[in-house]
């Protein structure tokens, strides 16, 4: 079984459009985090929620929203997709002082 | 914020051969250091971490030393093989048990030269 699942791994679309990014984690995990990596392959936090509750957002343009439903679950919706939103999105996962788990990623390219 | 310096970018070695990854962070509050692979196409894998009150952990092939004051640490691979070559990132954190996100440095891609 994936630990750290993503759907969709490979996201292709027009600039304007909104899309969606879904993540679940089957570890019993209290934490999520979304992660950018972007072409040079630098690796940047963008949001972590703990019980549902968002506590990190590191100055993420607010077309991102992230949506947690569960504490098993953290989407990241994006709106208004723009040419510099093309970039690898990793969904991480933990709990308390034990490390973060990564997904697989998501692709996402935009025309 | 914290800063995590990380070198070389690219590194090269004969199988067999040591490999020696260094990074520096700036935040003294930062208490944890994990050590990620990344294959590509994959996420990335954990392959060991230390924490602040330990200045040396070994795993089999991969150790990881600390030095708190100087604030640097690095990564050591012995007896390189040709499944060694990947990314690897440093990170640093402070582990409160809450959702610190990783500060990452900007990853060492090694090759394995057979």
């Known amino acids: 079984d994936t630990a750290v699942s993503q759907t969709p791994k490979y996201l292709v679309t027009q600039m304007g459009n909104d899309k969606s990014i879904k993540c679940e984690q089957n570890?019993?995990?209290?934490?999520m985090y979304w992660y950018k990596q972007d072409s040079k392959k630098f690796l940047k936090i963008m949001f972590s929620y703990n019980n549902k509750e968002l506590i990190i957002n590191e100055t993420v343009p607010n077309r991102f929203s992230p949506k947690s439903p569960d504490k098993a679950h953290l989407n990241l919706h994006i709106n208004s997709l723009e040419l510099g939103d093309s970039a690898v999105y990793f969904c991480a996962s933990s709990q308390g002082f034990q490390p973060q788990h990564f997904g697989d990623g998501t692709r996402l390219s935009i025309l | 914020g914290e800063n995590v310096e990380q070198h070389p970018s690219t590194l090269s070695v004969q199988e067999g051969d040591s490999a020696v990854i260094k990074c520096t962070y700036s935040d003294s509050a930062s208490n944890y250091f994990p050590w990620y692979k990344q294959e590509l196409g994959k996420g990335p894998q954990l392959i060991i971490d230390i924490r602040s009150n330990v200045g040396e952990k070994k795993d089999q092939r991969i150790a990881v030393t600390l030095n708190k004051t100087a604030k640097h640490f690095s990564l050591h691979i012995t007896e390189t093989q040709p499944e060694d070559s990947a990314v690897y990132f440093c990170?640093?954190?402070?582990?409160?048990?809450?959702?610190?996100?990783?500060?990452f440095g900007k990853g060492t891609h090694l090759i394995i030269q057979p």
């Open positions: 990170a640093a954190s402070f582990a409160g048990g809450g959702a610190d996100g990783l500060t």
């Open positions: 570890l019993g995990h209290d934490t």
